[in-house]
């Protein structure tokens, strides 16, 4: 089980910003920028990889929910990066399909 199955357990506490019943987000407990929320759905997708054609309305949720929680935090005037990492390679840490929300600094192309 994930640390992110545990947190929508309640098995482990969070700053949540958001929650319906299909997806969470919450700050990111080692932020890279002023503003790092992660948004996660509810249930176990691994990655956007791993998603399958019935996950589509979920994967539409989870970016409609992004946005909101962006403009919610004040980032949609100045702008902000919505990310998601894929495998060890791609810089994803937890097995769990999650989007960084990341905003209140300038982003730079490519990242580091």
Known sequence: MSIFQKIIDGEIGADIVY???RVMAFRDINPV???HVLVIP?????SVAA???EDELMLGHLMLVA???ARDLG????????V??????GGQSVPHLHLHILGGRAMS???G
Do not use: C, F, H, M
């Open 42 to 46: 509810k249930s176990a997708i691994v």
């Open 84 to 89: 998601t990492n894929v495998g060890a390679l």
């Open 67 to 69: 946005a909101k929680v």
């Open 109 to 111: 192309w490519p990242p």
């Open 19 to 21: 929650e319906d019943g």
């Open 75 to 82: 980032l949609e005037e100045q702008g902000y990066r919505i």
């Open 33 to 35: 920028a002023p503003v």
């Open 51 to 53: 998603a399958v054609p």
